[in-house]
């Protein structure tokens, strides 16, 4: 069964940088895709990055000036780095993978990260 924890969540100042941290439980190459949502509350869970098995990134255009999706295959880790964050920023972070298994998309979810950015 795979597993995402994150980390890196926490309590920030406006202007202020947070960088997620997505360790898996497997070898990232096993997976299609991984990436980051982001689920503020009262509202729906939202794509903020992705990164692809052969590296290719995107990060939705609200956050591009400010967000970046990396990974260190070595420690099957994927990080969102976050600069300049916005009291808007505040959410529940969720890390995701998709793999193919016997031709089904499977997708797996982290139990997510608080991030607050206070005013």
């Known amino acids: 069964q795979v597993q995402l924890v994150e980390s890196g969540g926490g309590l920030v100042q406006a202007g202020g940088s947070l960088r997620l941290s997505c360790a898996a439980s497997?070898?990232?190459?096993?997976?299609?895709?991984m990436g980051w949502y982001r689920q503020a509350p009262g509202k729906q869970r939202e794509l903020v990055a992705t990164?692809?098995?052969?590296?290719?990134?995107n990060v939705v255009d609200s956050v591009s000036d400010r967000f970046t999706i990396s990974r260190h295959t070595v420690n099957n880790t994927v990080i969102l780095q976050m600069n300049s964050l916005k009291p808007e920023d505040t959410a529940v972070y969720y890390c995701?993978?998709?793999?193919?298994?016997?031709?089904?998309?499977?997708?797996?979810w982290g139990q997510g990260t608080q991030v607050t950015v206070s005013s």
């Open positions: 995701n993978a998709r793999r193919l298994v016997l031709g089904d998309m499977n997708s797996y």
């Open positions: 497997t070898n990232i190459y096993a997976f299609i895709a």
């Open positions: 990164i692809t098995k052969t590296g290719g990134t």
